[in-house]
């Protein structure tokens, strides 16, 4: 169990400096629209759905990989906290004016609910299409359609 923990924390370590790396590489001070966060969000939902997926279509898959790759190192590599940070500066008052200020250009209502919306969605589905897609090349779509036609 304290190595499975040491192995989450390890990866998580580097999920965190990843994503800091593709911030650094792109930053969003500047943007109007969080480009960055979303698209370090849409693609590690995409992985998760990969890992995941892969994970179900083959059940000796070891008892550490999901925690340490899932848990760990694409937890700490999406950022939906970003994604609340974003939105705020565009909620009316004064609360958040200063925020606004520091981190992107003046974003409008629409935006940003535009910006939640695709997040929302935009993680969800490509999370799916991970899981859909690794089922597919480790063939547990194969064996489900093989299982209907042979049950019909």
Known sequence: MVVLIALVA???ACGALLRLFI???IPEQGMKFPWTTLAVNLSGSGLL????????AR???PDWVVPTFGTGLLASYTTFSAVILAVMPSI???AYDELAAVTYVSP??????TYLFLSILGCTGAAAAGMTISR?????LGAESADLRSSS
């Open 49 to 56: 759905g990969l890992l995941l997926g892969a994970a179900n």
């Open 136 to 140: 597919a090349l480790f063939g547990q």
């Open 92 to 94: 009316p008052g004064e």
């Open 10 to 12: 390890l990866a998580g």
């Open 23 to 25: 911030g650094e590489l």
């Open 108 to 113: 409008g209502a629409m935006e940003m609910l």
């Open 59 to 61: 059940p000796k898959t």
